[in-house]
Every structure is written in structure tokens, then in C-alpha cells.
């Protein structure tokens, strides 16, 4: 009905680009803005990498451009390098891969892979838009106001946090982007369940979908937990309420202005809480978008269909109860680590189980390696080593010597950005297509992949080396421990291979543009694909996508057939 | 319907008044937590099945509700032994 | 926007907005979930939490805002068996009185709390009355925008949107109010009686 009235108006510019009620156009303004943000993120980091090649050494070309609250005279000072870390890892995750993965792709292509002529509540998934960007104004205004912007990490650990300045804007955009993807988790639920095309069962739904589905519900029940945290943290800065003040903390040599009876560690459980199914919040999108372009690039179903999807809803279940092995060295039970161990060594059987299946997809295929195929390739062995490098952490013997280390900043950089951001780059290649009908190009594709993958590498892997001599992380300076010079020449490679891999992405961001403009035209299914979105035009019509709704048939991976004329059977076709 | 509804309405009714005064009755700290929390189980119960109709809601709904439920006892008793039990 | 929606097939045959709703219940009770979990953890857990001397907390104004809350309930269920019934008076009287009780709720409530901060019980003075204010104003919260739903459903429901068959946002707001009634019954006890 909200449709149907829709498209009998003409719209006007704003009804149709900034207050848009249609599905795609709020996907591509996720999309916009997340991509925007991470590049900013990234180049907070490029920041701090010079201080850490070069401590205390100016910044070159825009050290004196920088604000007062982080350089001062062209040289970051320590408050500067930790505003700069806690802003890149907040933005990075709660601005930049999450929208993207969820924001973007999930609105943009869950409504067209289940056949659906819009999200369920158009309204709610236009307001959670403006909620995020509200939220991401709010966290890039926290650079200029008195105090600066957050200094306590992307974890906000009390009662730092509580006691140092710019943390109550950095609450407060939280608090939004909260709102933001709880609004956005109950439009992709109802959805879900509720308006699938006729004859789309679930054991027919792409895993696109069911990793956005399994998303949802993680983003629906683990962020109210950081609401109320951060509503709790809230309180404590500006009401002196002490929920996690203890008693008797002394700051500065004088004894902090609060009742006290508090528990610091109350924070850490609500946080991690929330935070550690935001790992796989981070994750599951970019193996649903994985998945898709396997089966399209090998041409051969999926391997192990049922045991993948079943393993996002174990996944999804489990992630609930592994939070605390980020706390193993926070003074927590130790018999309570022994039960986080235990669950930490369960949670990664299903993620083993489903790179296992994407590698048994690879078996006997004629792959085509086309650019998308290269991304969704280069996934499995980077999120490969970030898995790995992750065991380890979850070990409590060895754990104690790796937390805190620059080993955790590696394995986590490995999972997350050679990892989800490698697949969402490739989701971008393999429907920007459908989004614009027009193909980016190729071979500045190849040349964006292979320097992206080669510099990444240059990165992050020396942090593992670094981790293993004993640096630790957040460090100002590493050059005051003696220690860490026998590793210092690894900074320099690590910032020059950062440097390069902001170069490397100019390519990406010209092809982009270029392509939406001037891309060579496709036609409506330019992959041979099976999925729904493919059946209607591209782009897909305003505001209802498809000229009919499409019937479903058969599974969602139907390539090469044996009897069939063509090499894929698309889902809508008898 | 609306002989139920105002059946459960006396059931609240009667188990507030009898909360409150068991409450006044100064049992020992397990008793009374024991009692209370009985009473609100029950409370709650009575409002969702009937007054929200969960009882005669689809299993959908009820997935969703009791998943919610399921993770915030999971929440409670995985930190209740670390800073519950702390003193 | 004042016609009632029709409402489409949907695949599990429950309306998207009653499933909507149901499912931001639930993030409802994760919200409060964690909000009670922090509360019990620390009350047991914490080396500083003075509890109140029971003539201070005044059970007796609570247990009235506890009978008048749930007293709302019933009277909002009976809006909605009334329109099931095609019931129109039915429901508009009882949906006025179930907004009056909301704000009954409020004014008792608004009486208490200055009444508190003369006792000395105030947000920061321990975690005790942080919590006490913490949780009660978050629900008082959740009051003021269940009465708003519900004014909005009233002014509807004047105009003659609702029909027999047409009848779901009522259902709705009702939802929502049960929610916001239930979550005091775990609040009352909890901060009162224990």
C-alpha cells in the first residue's frame, strides 16, 4: 500500500535521494557514507603509524594542520595518539565495515534475494539511516570539542573512560548508532520471516540472506546490552552515580568524588557482551557475500549447503556465551575461564566447518577468475590466518602472554579487514552491476586487488612478529622499551605499506565513480547467477523491484545441471 | 475473553497484596528472595500469556521472546559468579 | 496515515507490524535484561550497597502504583475486546481510562521521588538509589511513550479508524503497555520488597 501510493507521484530530489523510503536508495547511502567513513578511519591510522615509525618526529605535509588536541607544533603528543586510537577503532567498526556489510549490502540485496518488493517498514529503515549518520556526525564532532575525543580505546574501559575527557560525546553517538542498528535489525527480521517470495523456503534461501538473518538477530540481542552499559557509563560521568566506580580509587594522589561500590569489571562483561557477537556481526555478512560469488565463480552448487547455514545459527548461539575470553587477564574467576575456554575451543568448529566447506567448493571447479572471484578467494587464506592466529588467544597459558601484545592487534586486523573487508570489496565488484548496470573495470580492478592484498600483508603481518617480541599495544612510543627496538625497522615497513595501501585504493575510488558514469553497460544478469536479484532489471525498479514478484523453484546454487541447455538454472525458472 | 481477562486481573491483585505482606513478614533472606521472585515469575507470566496473548501466539513469536529471555539468563548467571559472588 | 493499513499476505501469516513489535520487545527485555542483571550482580556482589530502611522506601504509594498500572493492563485489554466486538464506545472509554491511570502512575510517581531526595536517597549517593532512579526513570520513560502510543491510538480511535477487522495498531499499543506493566512487576519487588 505504501508502495503502490509511492509510485503513482513523481518524486521530488530529496524524496527520492535523501529522504527515500525505497530500499536501494537507503542501501546506497549506507554505502556512501560507510565508505567514506572508512577511508577517514584509515587515515586516522596513517597517523599514528608515522608515530610509531618515527616517534616524535613531525608529521609531514599536515602535521601543522592538525588540531591542537592531537599535535601540537606538527608532533602528535600521547593524548593525540589515543584519541586517534580509540576514534579508528570505533569508526572502523561501528561507522565503516558494519554499515557497510549490513547497512549497505543487507538493505540493498536482501529484499531482491528473497523477492520482496521493500523492507517491511520503510519508515523504520529510513530513520535507522539518519540515526547512523546523526551518530557518525556526532563521533567525527567529538575532534572539536573542549577535551577532544574519546581517549580510552574503542572498549572504553572503566573507570578510565568514566574520568577522562570526550567521552560523553563519544556515549552519546554510540547511544545513536545503537538505535540506529536496532531499528535496522527488526526491519531485516520481519523481512526475513515475513516477506519471502512464494515457494522460498528456507532451506532455499541464499546464504547471502541467512547470514544477514543470523546478523540481525545477533545485532537485535547483543547491542541492548551495550545500551544499557553505555546509559550506565553515561550516568557515571555526568550524574557521579558509581555503577562502575569502585570503592576507594585514588587518582592523582586524592581519592575520586563518588560513593563507590562499583565493579570496573561489570563494564568489561556488558561490553564484551555485546562486543564479541559484534565480531561475527563484522563476519557473517562477509562470508554470505563469499558464498554467493564461490558458487557463481565455480560454477558448481555450494559444498555443504545445510552444514554453512547451520553453522551461522551455531555461530549465532554460541557467540552469546565465549565473551570473556577477552577478559582473561582482567582478573576475572579463573574458573569461569576455564568455561569460556571450553566455549571459545567450540565456537571455532563451525567457522573451521564453513572455511572447509568454501575450500570443498574450490574441488573439481573450472574456476573463472574474475575480479569478484579474486576477492572471495583471497578471503580463505587471509580469514584463514586471522582464525588461526586466534586460537592461541583463546588459550589461557598462552593468552597471558599474548594479551595486550600487537599479536592481538594483527589477529584481529587479519579477520577483519583481510577478511570482511576483502569480501565486501569483492560484494562491490560482483553487484555493482545491479546497482548501477554498469560493469567497473576490470583490469583497474586487478591492479586495485593484487596491491591491496600484497600491502595488507605488509601490515599486518608484521604485527604478529612484533606481538610475539613483547610490544604491547596503545603504545605511545615504542622506542622507551628496549625491548621493542630489536623490532622497530618492522614499524617502518608496516607505515610505508600503509601508505602504499591508501595509494593503492585511488585506483578503486576512480573506478568507482568512473564506472557508475562510464562503465560499460551490462545486461540484467551479466554473472550468470542464479539468485533472485538478478531476475529483475538493473538497476531494479523503484520501489518495487521486480516487474512481478518471481516464484521460487528450486535451491539458490543450481549451477551446471546435468540435462540442463545452459550452466545455471536461475531460481525463478521452472 | 473478558471473564478471563478479569480473572487474571483478580490473580495480580491478589498476589500483589500477598507480595507486599509476606514482605512484612521478615523471613530469612533466601525465603523472601525465593518468595518474591515466585510471585513476579508468576506475575509475568499471567500478563504475557494472557494479557499479550503469547499463549495463543505463533511459535515464531514465541522463538524470538524466549531467545531473548534465554540470552539475558545466560547474561546474568555467566557474570553473577564473577561479580555477584565477589564479597 | 489515519486508515487503518490494509494488511498483506505475509508468509508466516502474523502482520509485519505485530511481528515488529514482538521483536523489539525482545530487545527490550536484552535492554533491561542488562540493566537487572548489573543491578543484582552488584547488590549481592558489591562491598558498598546500603539498603534503605524499609519505612523510607513508602511500599505502600508503590503497591498503589503497582495496582494502578496493572489496573491499566486490564482496562487496555478490554479497549481491544471491545473493538473486536465492533464495540466502538468500549473502546474509546476504556483506552481514556487506561491513558488516566498512566498518568495516575506518573503523578504518584513524580510525588515520590522529591520525596526521596528529602530522604537523601539521590542518584549519586550510593549505588542503592543510582539504580533506584536508573531503573524507575528509564521505566517512567518507557511510560511517557507508552501513554503517547496509546493518546495517539484514542485520537484514532475518536475519528473512527478502528473496525472489528481493522483493529491491529490497538493491538499494538496494547502489546507495548503490557510490556511497560510488566516490567514494573519485576521492578516493584526487586527495589521495594527485597
Redesign the interface.
Known sequence: ??TEHLESHPETFIRKWIFSLDHKTIGLQYMFTSLIFLLFGFSLVLLMRWQLAYPGSALPLIGYYLPDSIAAGGVMHPAGYNALGAMHGTIMIFLGVVPLGVGAFGNYFLPLQIGAKDM??PR?NMTSYWVYFIGGVLMLASFFVPGGAAQSGWTSYVPLSILSPGQTMWLLAMTFLITSS?LG???F??TT????APGLTWSRLPLFVWAQFVTALLL??????L???A??QL?DRI?????FIP?GLIVGGAPVE??????AL?WQH?FW?LAHPEVYVLLLPAMGIVAEILANGTRKPIFGYKEIAGSFCFIGVLSFMVWAHHMFVSGMKTSLSYLFMTTTMIISVPSVAIITCFLLSLKGASIQFKLPMLFALAFLPMFGIGGLTGLPLGFTPTDVYLHDTYYVIGHFHYVVVTGSLIALMGGIYYWFPKMFGRKMNEFWGKIHFWTTIVFMNGIFFPMFIQGLAGVQRRLYDPTVQAHNLVVQPTNVLMTYSAILLMIAQIPFIVNFFVSIFKGEKTEDNPWQATTLEWACPSPPLPHKNFEKIPTVYKGPYEYNVPGEAKDFSPQHLP | ??KT??T??GT??VL??L??GV?YLHLNRAG??TV??L??GI??SL??A???HLKF??K??HG??Y???F??LI??FL??P?????? | MNQP??I?E?????P?GK??M?????????????????Y???R??????PIPA?ELLG?PLA?LN??VL??S??T???AL?AIQKANQKGLIRNLAITILLGFCFLAIKSYEYPHKWHEGIT?????FG??YF?LTG?HGLHVIGGIAFNIYILVNAIKGCYTQDHCERVEYA??YW??V??VW??L???F???
Not at chain 2, 564473577?82 to 564479597?87: A, F, K, N, T
Not at chain 3, 505475509?10 to 502474523?14: F, R, S, Y
Open positions: 500500500m505504501q517491511a517498514f523504520i536496532l535489525s527488526i526491519n527480521i520481519v520471516l515475513n516477506l519471502r537485535l540481542f547483543a547491542f541492548p546490552v545500551q544499557a552499559g546509559i550506565l550516568l550524574a557521579k552515580t558509581s555503577f570503592s563518588y560513593a563507590g561500590g562499583g565493579s561489570l556488558l557482551f | 475473553m473478558k481477562y478479569l487474571v486481573f495480580l491483585a500483589t497484596l507480595t507486599v514482605s523472601a528472595i518474591a521472585l510471585v513476579a506475575k509475568v500478563i504475557a494472557f494479557f499479550m501466539e505463533k515464531v513469536i524470538i521472546f531467545t531473548a529471555l540470552f539475558v547474561l546474568l557474570i553473577f564473577d561479580i555477584g559472588l565477589s564479597q | 493499513e490494509t498483506e505475509t508468509v508466516t501469516g502474523i509485519n511481528l515488529g514482538w521483536v523489539f520487545l525482545s530487545s527490550e527485555v536484552m535492554l533491561f535484561g542488562g540493566f537487572i542483571s548489573s543484582v550482580v552488584l549481592t556482589g558489591s562491598g558498598f550497597f524499609k511500599i503497591t503497582t495496582f496493572i489496573t493492563s486490564v487496555m485489554v478490554l475486546d542518584i549519586s549517593s550510593n549505588l543510582s539504580f536508573t528509564l496494547g502489546l503490557h510490556f506493566d510488566l512487576v519485576i516493584f519487588p526487586i521495594y520488597l527485597l
